[in-house]
Antibody, heavy 114, light 108 residues
Framework: EVQLVESGGGLVQPGGSLRLSCAAS????????MHWVRQAPGKGLVWVSR????????SYADSVKGRFTISRDNAKNTLYLQMNSLRAEDTAVYYC???????WGQGTLVTVSS | EIVLTQSPGPLSLSPGERATLSCRAS???????LAWYQQKPGQAPRLLIY???SRATGIPDRFSGSGSGTDFTLTISRLEPEDFAVYYC?????????FGPGTKVDIK
């Protein structure tokens, strides 16, 4: 059974940093591109970032470029999102999703507030 | 960036009725890389349709997708009680992936 489990969310002050993790199981993680998608409270879905299967290529939404870094450890079957210089508008549930978005995790809530 | 617009606004229908949801793109979507998702409160999105018209694994055949270029449609032939939710379209054919704002289908 495919499973994606996010962790690392929490409350952080503006300007702070947080690293999210997404633990994958039930499939060959190293064969899939992976994504992060976020959803602010009561709002729609926003794609954040993606990484190719071996980690050599990444893309970012303009709103996070230069502040967020996506990475992966295929030996640990884990996807990461390093978030720096956090702003109030980064407050959201962050989901990881597999390849063609066919599987999603349950999400982890990031709250940026003083 | 490809901007997706969804219509109508909230859609109020009764179980058994047909729902037709529209998604329009600001420019042509490459190779019909257009997907539809269903999301219920407190849950992650669920992939319904990919490639504009292919149903994802386990999706009932009352869900169908159509369209190409800039105009796409999700049709639910007969609404079941579990179908009342928010539906998002998404394009994944460009380097910057975008979602539409969503259409809420609620019970009339």
């Amino acid at each position: 059974e495919v499973q994606l489990v996010e962790s690392g969310g929490g409350l952080v002050q503006p300007g702070g940093s947080l690293r999210l993790s997404c633990a994958a199981s039930g499939f060959t993680f190293s064969s899939y591109w992976m994504h992060w998608v976020r959803q602010a409270p009561g709002k729609g879905l926003v794609w954040v970032s993606r990484i190719n299967s071996d980690g050599s290529s990444t893309s970012y939404a303009d709103s996070v470029k230069g502040r967020f870094t996506i990475s992966r450890d295929n030996a640990k079957n884990t996807l990461y999102l390093q978030m720096n210089s956090l702003r109030a508008e980064d407050t959201a549930v962050y989901y990881c999703a597999r390849g063609q978005f066919d599987y999603w995790g349950q999400g982890t809530l990031v709250t940026v507030s003083s | 960036e490809i901007v997706l617009t969804q219509s109508p606004g909230p859609l109020s229908l009764s179980p058994g009725e047909r729902a037709t949801l529209s998604c329009r793109a600001s420019q042509s979507v490459s190779s019909s890389y257009l997907a539809w998702y269903q999301q219920k409160p407190g849950q992650a999105p669920r992939l319904l349709i990919y490639g504009a018209s292919s149903r994802a694994t386990g999706i009932p055949d009352r869900f169908s997708g159509s369209g190409s270029g800039t105009d796409f449609t999700l049709t639910i032939s007969r609404l079941e009680p579990e179908d009342f939710a928010v539906y998002y379209c998404q394009q994944y054919g460009s380097s910057l992936i975008t979602f539409g704002p969503g259409t809420k289908v609620d019970i009339k």
